[in-house]
Each structure stands twice: as C-alpha cells, then as structure tokens.
C-alpha cells in the first residue's frame, strides 16, 4: 500500500497575526460553535475524497495545522481522527500532529492570554496540562508549539496572543501531559530584532531540548498589515547581513546542540524529522482537507477555496470551484520533484530520479546544467556520489537555484 499523510486545516485563530499570510479567520473567544460547525463539514470532506479515491494507501501520518487547531476541542481532534481510522488504513505507528498557540493551552489560569484566547469564565475551567492530556488521549503524538521568541518585545511586535513566558509554560506542560515529541517554530528577521535577542531565543530553546526546530526568515506577504506597513515606510525590515547571521548563526547552535538540519528552515534531534512534512519534500501522496488545502495525489494537484469552503461543501465539493485542479504532466512531476528535494540537506538521488522519471536530470533539464555548474563553482551546490546537493551557503541563494527547475 502506498503511503499517505492527511493534512486537515483548521481556520480560526484568536485574532490574526499581521504578518500572517496563512488562511484563518479571528474569532476572539466566541468561535466554539462555529468551529464545531467546521468539524462536521471536514468529516463530510473527509468521506467524499474517500470515495473519490478508490486507491489502496496507508495512512502514515496526520496533520492538524492552521489557523490554531488547539482552539478546537480535544474531542473534535479526537472524533476527526477515529473517522480517519474507519474510513482508511492506518498505521500503528501514525504520527498525528497538531499545531498548538501557547495562548491556548499555557496551564496558568491566571495568563492573561488564556483569558484572551477562552474568556474569563472558561479561563478557569481548563488546566493546561488537562487539555493537552485530553488531546494526547485523543492520538496526537507529535505537538507543533508556536513559540516564535523568547523575548517578550519580538512577540509583541509579531501580535501574538502569547507571551515567552505562555511559551515556557507550554513546553513544560506538554512534558507533563505526556508528549515525547514536540516542535517549536520560530520566526528571526523580525523588524527590530536584534541578534543577540535571536541567538538568546535560540539558546534558550536548545537548552529546552524539543525533539523538533522550525525555524523561518519573516517574510513580508501582500495582503498582510505588514506589508502594508513596509510599503507605507513604517517597517523597517532587517539587512539582508542580519537575517543571513540570524539563520546561520541558529544552524550552527542547533547543530552543537545535537540538532540535524535536514531541511532548510528544519532541524530535529536523530530520528524526529517531520515525517508528515517529508511527504512534502519527497514527493509522496498527500490530501489536504479543509479550507485552503492541498492535495497531491498520483501526480494531481488539487486546492481547496479558501473563503468559500463553506459554499464549496454545500454544493458537493465540485471540481470547477476548486482553486487549483492540475494534473501534472511528465516535466511538471520532474521540476516538483527536484525544487521540493533540494531543499533537504541530503539533496536528490540521481538514480532516484532515473528510475521515476526514465531519464537523467540533465536529459530533462539540459539548460540547467551550465548554470548549475557555476553554481558549484561558487560552493553553493555539489554534486557527488550520485547525489545533488544544496549546501548551508548555497541555500542563502536557494531560490536561484531551484528556479533553474521551472
Ligand atoms: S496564530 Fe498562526 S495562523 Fe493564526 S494568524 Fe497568527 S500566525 Fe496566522
């Protein structure tokens, strides 16, 4: 059976972040039923693409992200899950993420975020720890915090919900509550970041050990109340010499910390690399549901709408309102597969790519070569063993590279 990771996106946040270019709406603390109302619809999804996929997959990892799926109820993670469980195979070693904002779940009824994110009055019928217990019996394995700084001025100026010290409290909480497997994101290149401010939140996360680091250079994206800011010259963004110290500076903590980078915004202590995210990099099968995901399934790619899932849904998800309905040709697999491999640090397998597309790289992308090569001269790609190789320097200019693929 092939296997299959099923991405289930959950649009509601607190309120939105403003540099956020993610699909989710602000709900405040009044989204319970309206959320409830979206879990019915993701089942009814759920079983549609079942029976639009005839194919045999096991399903080896689960994918709660967002928008903040830990403002959903452990129950509705957990019915969501046993409703994938009947519906398909899946394996007894499923890895089962979920993405979680330590406003939502920091164990201090006092929190000031807690009472942001769930109200006065439900502030105080939660302990932390209870809830992220309930979503662990649920079958969440894998926890994704978003911590995105340990310092209290970069989390302000970023509109989280939380503060670093949610954060700490969330690590420790998710320990309590039993999980052996926890990622953290983190966001450097933040407008008034400094690199000592970087290198301590970086610090103090290796000192924390989670088994899992993302780690992402901000970006700012059209549509976003950053963007506008910066085009409006509020923003000042860091230097490019900032954001480069920033990232390399992290790769080298982490690895001294015992971290792997495998990908280039992703680290992982031995043996905790994302295997849902891999799928993404490797070219496996993947089905997105919910607003705004994505699937890919035997070489097609599919996008839900964003806004108007709901209408979407009603209508019997049809094929004409989908946002993306592709199917790949031969080259268009070739490109996916080379821009999405050369992001890992171990680089595509020549022969790899041999057997899956008939051809060698060089035969499907003649022009790439030359370029290519004074890119190896420069130290930013290798090519040995069989193996094609973006290096740490190289991934400074990764989007040159990869863009020699499309
Ligand atoms: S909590 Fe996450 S998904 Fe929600 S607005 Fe902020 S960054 Fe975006």
């Known amino acids: 059976m092939k296997p299959l990771g099923i991405y289930i996106h959950i649009p509601f946040c607190v309120r939105r972040c403003p540099y956020c270019g993610f699909y989710s709406n602000a709900c405040g603390n009044d989204g319970r039923e309206e959320i409830y109302e979206y879990f019915k619809i993701l089942r009814k999804e759920l079983e549609f693409r079942r029976k639009e996929d005839e194919g045999s997959h096991l ?80 079958g969440v394995n894998r926890l994704s915090l978003g911590v ?31 999980f052996d497997n926890v990622s953290m994101d983190l966001i450097f290149g933040v407008p008034g970041q400094t690199t000592k401010t970087w290198a301590d939140t970086i610090d103090e996360l290796a000192s924390m050990l989670p088994e899992h ?31 480069r110290w920033m990232y ?20 992982a202590l031995p043996g905790k690399e994302c295997r849902h995210n891999m799928k993404y990099w490797t070219f496996c099968d993947y089905l997105g549901i919910g607003a705004s995901a994505s699937s890919f399934m035997d070489g097609v790619r599919k996008t839900n709408p964003g806004a108007g899932y709901r209408d979407f849904a009603d209508q019997g998800f049809p094929e004409s309102e989908l946002l993306e309905d592709h199917v790949n040709s031969g080259f268009d697999n070739a490109a996916d597969y080379m821009i999405t491999g050369l992001r890992l640090t171990e680089g ?30 420069d130290g930013d790609i290798i090519e040995e063993n069989g193996r094609l190789t973006v290096t740490e320097k190289g991934f400074d200019i990764s989007n040159k590279i990869l863009s020699l693929f499309v």
């Not at 903040?68 to 007894?92: Q, R």
């Not at 670093?164 to 690590?171: C, L, P, Q, S």
């Not at 250079?217 to 000042?236: C, N």
């Not at 595509?348 to 057997?355: C, L, P, Q, V, Y």
């Open 148 to 178: 995105q700084s340990f310092d209290d001025g970069v989390l302000r100026t970023l509109g989280r919900i939380h503060s670093a010290d949610d954060a700490r409290r969330a690590f420790d909480d998710s320990r309590t509550a039993g």
């Open 348 to 377: 595509i397998s020549e022969a790899d790519f041999r057997s899956r597309f008939g051809k060698s790289v060089w035969e499907i992308f003649p022009d790439a070569q030359d370029e290519l090569k004074e890119f190896a001269a």
């Open 59 to 138: 399903v080896d990892s689960i994918y709660f992200g967002g928008g903040t799926p830990s403002l959903a109820e452990p129950g509705l993670i957990s019915e969501m899950i046993d409703e994938i469980s009947s519906l398909y195979d899946v394996s007894d070693d499923c890895e089962i993420s979920m993405e979680a904002n330590p406003g939502t779940i920091a164990g201090d009824h006092e929190s000031e975020s807690y009472v942001v994110a769930f109200g006065a009055e439900k502030a105080g019928n939660y302990s932390g720890v209870e809830r992220l217990r309930s979503y662990r019996q649920a």
């Open 213 to 243: 680091v993302s780690f992402y250079s901000l970006q700012i994206e059209e549509g976003t109340r950053f963007y506008k800011d910066y085009k409006m010259g509020d923003m000042v963004p860091v230097t490019d010499e900032e954001d």
């Open 248 to 267: 390399h500076s992290a790769i080298q903590t982490l690895r001294e910390s015992g971290y792997r980078q495998y990908e280039i915004s992703n680290a």
